[in-house]
């Protein structure tokens, strides 16, 4: 047998491997962002609780999909994938957009 309907896709035997050749990962996790942010913040805020404006969900700032393919950071909340976070720095300035977070509960114990 050969041919074109011969071809298959192989199948995810890894589940935590969620990206393939046509199914690409385009963004990371939280963590990604830490270093520019800790630039700003001067604390670590990955561990930080934030709640997402557009759908009130409440989840660690680490926990956020950090999209790096942009002009800058661009962090969506995982469960609405609403934009949270923007941040671009320039050689003598940061722009920093946090319209999309109600707010950001960070400990002051860590």
Same mark, same amino acid.
Do not use: K
């Given at each position: 047998? #050969?041919? $074109?309907?011969?071809?298959?896709?192989?199948?995810?035997?890894?589940?935590?491997?969620?990206?393939?050749?046509?199914?690409?990962?385009?963004?990371?996790?939280?963590?990604?962002? $830490?270093?520019?942010? #800790?630039?700003?913040?001067?604390?670590?805020?990955? $561990?930080?609780?934030?709640?997402?404006?557009?759908?009130? #969900?409440?989840?660690?700032?680490?926990?956020?999909?950090?999209?790096?393919?942009?002009?800058?950071?661009?962090?969506?909340?995982?469960?609405?994938?609403?934009?949270?976070?923007?941040?671009?720095?320039?050689?003598?300035?940061?722009?920093?957009?946090?319209?999309?977070?109600?707010?950001?509960?960070?400990?002051?114990?860590?």
């Amino acid at each position: 047998m #050969s041919g $074109a309907h011969d071809f298959t896709f192989p199948e995810r035997e890894d589940q935590d491997i969620a990206a393939a050749a046509h199914d690409p990962i385009p963004y990371v996790d939280g963590n990604a962002a $830490a270093g520019a942010l #800790s630039e700003i913040f001067r604390i670590d805020i990955i $561990a930080a609780l934030g709640r997402c404006r557009h759908c009130g #969900s409440v989840r660690a700032f680490g926990a956020a999909m950090v999209f790096t393919d942009a002009p800058g950071i661009v962090v969506r909340c995982r469960d609405c994938q609403g934009v949270l976070l923007r941040l671009v720095q320039t050689p003598t300035r940061y722009w920093l957009d946090l319209s999309g977070l109600s707010y950001l509960e960070i400990d002051r114990e860590e």
